[in-house]
C-alpha cells in the first residue's frame, strides 16, 4: 500500500508537469498569434494610410498641372508682362519706373 501511494504521487506529480507544460505551450501559441494578427494588422492599417496619402498627393499634382496653363494665361493676361519686358528691352533709361511698376503690380 505505501510502495502504491508512492507510484501514484509520482504518477500524479508527472501528469500535473506534463498538462502544466501542455497548457503553457498552448497558452504561449494563443499569445503568439495574437501578436502576430496585431501586427499584420498594424501593417495593413500602416499600407493603408500610405495608399491614401499617395492617391492624394498623385490627385493634388494632377489638379495642380491641370491648372497651371489656365493659371498661366490669367498671369499673363492681368500682368501684362510681354509689354513690360518689351518697354525694358526698347528704353532703359525709363527703366527705373518700369521696374517700380512692375513691383507694384506684383505686390499687390
Known amino acids: 500500500p505505501l510502495q502504491q501511494q508512492l507510484h501514484r504521487q509520482k504518477f500524479f506529480i508527472a501528469g500535473a508537469v506534463v498538462g502544466g507544460a501542455f497548457a503553457l505551450g498552448k497558452f504561449v501559441q494563443w499569445k503568439l ?63 527705373v519706373s518700369i521696374l517700380q511698376t512692375t513691383r507694384v503690380l506684383f505686390v499687390y
Do not use: I
Open 33 to 95: 498569434a495574437e501578436y502576430s494578427d496585431s501586427m499584420v494588422a498594424e501593417e495593413v492599417a500602416k499600407a493603408r494610410k500610405k495608399h491614401h496619402y499617395d492617391s492624394n498627393q498623385r490627385t493634388c499634382k494632377m489638379t495642380v498641372v491641370t491648372l497651371l496653363p489656365s493659371l498661366r494665361e490669367s498671369l499673363f493676361n492681368t500682368l501684362d508682362t510681354e509689354s513690360l519686358t518689351t518697354k525694358l528691352k526698347s528704353r532703359w533709361a525709363g527703366g
